[in-house]
Structures are given as C-alpha cells and as structure tokens.
C-alpha cells in the first residue's frame, strides 16, 4: 500500500507521464527527436542557476492563483476569477508602491497588504452574489475578469498612467521593490518566500482552524453542515474573498519583485493557468507548489527546447492541456491503468465544484 502522500502524487505523475508520451509521438511526428527535445527541456528548467530563477520567477504568481482556486474548490466552489483578482492586486501594488516608494522597504509590506485586501474585496462580490442571489460562481468570476482587466488598463492608461516607452503606470522605487536572490539565479526574487508563507497560510487555515473546518464541510456536504449549524452563505462569501487574496497578493508580488509597474499589456493567463496548478495539486496547498513548479519548468525550458531541437513553444501548450485533460478526465486514465485509478483521483475531479 501507498504512503498518503505517495497515494495523492501518483495520479498526476500518471497523468503527466501520459502526456509526455503524447508529447513524444507529436514530437515524432514533427520530425524531432524526442530524448533530445526534453533532454532540452530539462536543461532548459533545471540547468542552471539562470534556468533554476526563471522556473522560479515563472512558478511564483502560479502559486498564488494556484491557491485562490483550491481554497475555494475546498469550499465547493469553482472560482475561474483568479485572472482578475490578480489584475486588481496588481493595479493596487503600482498604485500605491509609487505612492508610497519614498518610504523603502517599509513600504513593501505595506503594498502587500493592501493588494491582499483588494483582491479580497473583488473575490468577494461573486461570493456575495452566489450566497445571496443564487448566481453561479462560474459565470460571475469569468465576467468579473473582464471587468478587472478593463478597468485595470484604463487606470494604467489615464491616472496612473506614468512617462516612458512602455505603457503603464509609474516607475515603482527601487528601494520599495522586492530584493532579488541573487546566486546568480536571475531576476527571480524573494517573492518566492512570500508565496512560500501564502502556502502555509493556506493550510493551517484550511486544516487547523475552525473556520477552515467550516469551509471544508460546505464543501463535502452542504446540506449535512447547514444541519450541523455553519452558516453557508458566510462561508461561500469568504472561501472565494479568501481566494481573492492570494491571487491579488500574487499581483502585488509580480508588480513589486518582477515589473516594476503595471505594463499595458500586463502578463496574461496567470489565472487560468492557476486552475491547473490547482488540479494538478489535487487542490491542496503544498500540491499547488509542486504544480507551479512543473508548469514553470515547461515554460522557462521550451525556449531552449525550441532553440536547440526546433520544437516549436506551443508544444509546451500542447503537453499543459493534455496533463489536465487527464488530470480532470479520470476515466481516460482508468481505461490505461486500471479503475484504481478513480481512486486515486480524489480531489482533482470537477463535479463537485460545478455542481454546486
């Protein structure tokens, strides 16, 4: 029998192990030489101290919105908002860190903060609507994107906008920005620590406190914890408040360790790509580290995969969609490896999430 932990990594080192293969026959077909093209991919990800900082850089914003979906799926609750709450987090951190960047370092916190607070704030209006109206949280944090990345430009544009070649806000102060690591790791920065804790957080509060409890019983069984006395329509309020959080504290962090300033265009996909993290982590903290890294890995390596073997970058594309189709679509990896598999693939299924 498998430990916990092994029993919780095997389906998606299953389901990645299956996609690479997939990923090696596209290879094939393209006239590419399979061993060669992850040989680079690796060397690409891990190689060096440069290539380990940009899988870090890469990997950090993914753990936040990584977190903003698996708080919420804890609670049965599907947010696809973590785009836009890390756009107002963002919009916060350029806001305020040239606001405030005469004072330094003491600054920083100070940023974090208050981007914590403004993606708390935006993850709760589809909290509020689903609890007190009924709304599907689906469709209300989709169109909230929308909204938050609007509004989030027109403000980089217009009142904040600030001088230089590249659209966007202000310059943030050196002083008041997030140190980088050094070792010659790249630009990657200490905001990789902030997530570190963010993870922590995330899971002393889910399964060390009586409001973590609370929302992981709405999650398991509505109906059995409005009998037992918790308040549903609170808890849904705050799980998707409480994923707000990290993915808007997840744009404060990009602002402030990585830009410098929101650019328009700012990064894109960071939330969505956060849904997978999430699912391939089995929508548990420690698991959306471990998800943010592989999806950081594909994307730091696929330019020297492309720049040494010709593998065009969308085959990193290709290989992210393929793990999640068989992270999510369990009975296609029970017809390969046996309905043991279903098992195993507890906590990374959709039906609860969207049947709420």
Known sequence: MLSGAGAALLFPVIAILISF????????ATGNDPLAAYSALIIGAFGSPAAVGSTLLRATPLIFTGLAV??????????IGGEGQLYIGAITAAWLGVSLGSLGPVAIPIVLLSSVLAGFLWGAIPGILKAYSGAHEVITTIMLNFIAINLTVYLALNPLRGPGLVPGTGNIDVAARIP?????LGRANLGIFVALLAVAVAYLLLWRTKRGFQLRAVGLSPGAANYAGIPIARNTVLALAIGGAFAGLGGGVEVLGYYGKMTVPFVPNLGFYGIGVALLGRNHPVGAVLGAILFGALFSGAQEMQFQTDVPLDLTVVLLAV??????AT???ELIVGKRARALASGTRLEKGLGQ
């Open 70 to 79: 698996a708080v919420a799926f804890r609670a049965g609750l599907f947010n």
């Open 21 to 28: 293969a997939i990923g090696a026959v596209i290879i094939l």
């Open 180 to 184: 980088v690591l050094g070792f010659g």
């Open 331 to 333: 009975k296609l990896v």
């Open 323 to 328: 793990i999640l189709l068989f992270v999510t």
